[in-house]
């Protein structure tokens, strides 16, 4: 700092702010003349206590309330020094009787906790709602002040409470180390809801027809006639929802539209395309979309962030020809992503694709739950593993049996055979191949304006990526659509195609009636 440059009465008003800090009175309310009684005050009044009495007596008063942007959740200071500052750093001196609200300003479930201290407000769960405690600390120390709700901590919301002359090493951002704040993740939020027990759940599922979560791979709109540009508008709707992830076994999934992958949407290169997203009244987190079709920021999620109950709209023009994915990108957006909040949009080119007798979509995603693989009844997210990518399950089309049991693709001999394939992840690259059955044509990584390669066993497709595959069926059977990487087969990752008509010795024999899910 140069010093020489700032006027005299800055240099003072420096000075008083430094006394102000060093003294810990860095409140909204609070003047140097009340901090000259605060000691007796202190031991008059309980360690901890809440509510309107102790806030007349408090020697400082923090309000902070809660955002989100594009960038992630925080708490941002109102009033005072801390006014507008994000997760700011609470400074306070010993035995000061310190008051805290919290104010909802996004919509989204919060709260605000010091479990070192034993504080925590209440949930507040609707805009502009607040809550308060009012509470001591004796001893110099830095306090981590976090949201308690599953992914806001990692998604931002947390900084410091300082004590005294206690020091501050980190940024409040950075204040806690990742296995740290995965461990307190998981003490705090994910293992918090009530355990069920297996009995209970069966009864429980016996009793309710649990939802199916399942996108149906035929569910996808016919090629697109001849035609210019267009204006098209897509209503879609964030839904929280309980569903089937296996037998005996449900999630709560977050989708669009209720269903996983989200709505396959088909416009043309060159169409201006108005996305709506409305987030169901009663959804317990905001939600956004993000779709790689898009040119502009966040690909939407920068100004979709929409809360319960809400909707907002943009609109893009699709430049580039291709097939993309689109994915919920609010924080933690792995988590979103995770939980089945993901899509494909085709933008054909003005020729459309050769033409197909079948057109299939398919999406691989993983899902990471506290139980291991298997587990009976309702399951619970993980966020310890989907931190350190070790999926329980791995998922076409959002379920266990979603594409062997309940929507088996179908085919004729003879007929030909496309499918879009997309990686939702969030983490994990596809290894795509259908066993028994070689690609005609691969429009690698969804290229669609690059001539396909051809004659193609197995092709890579990204987490955030998609293919178009073609193939001809010429031979009756049962096809296997696999992830190459095998493993991920006994952890729910198989679809079946099934081919029907008549035996073609010539291409294939055997005296043996084919069996087993083998090469
Ligand atoms: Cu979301």
Redesign the pocket.
Known sequence: MHLKNIHPTKILILFLITLLVLTGCTSTETSLSEQTDQDQVVDSLPETASGQEASQAADVTFTLITTLGSSGMAFEGVGGVIDGVVNPDLLVSPGDIVELILINGDGIEHDVTIPDIGVHTKHITKKDASDQVTFSVEADGVYNYYCSLPGHRQAGMQGNLVVGNAVVDQKPGSAVEPEEQAAAAHEEGYTSQPETSEAETNEAAQQSEIASVVRDPIDLPAPLEARGPENIRYDIE?VELEGQLADGTTYTY?TFDSKVPGPFLRVRAGDTVEIHLKNREDST????IDLHAVTGPGGGAAVTQVAPGEEKWFSFQALNPGLYVYH?A?PMVAH?IA?G?YGLILVEPEEGLPEVDREFYVMQGELYTQEPFGSKGQQQFDVNKLLAEQPEYFLFNGAVGALTNEYPMHANVGETVRIFFGVGGPNFTSSFHVIGEIFDHVYDQASITSNPLTDVQTTLVPAGGATVVDFGVEVPGRYILVDHALSRAERGLTGYLVVEGDPVPEIFFSEETPGGDGH
């Open positions: 964030a977050w987190m905001a939600h956004s919920c609010t979103h939980n909040m």
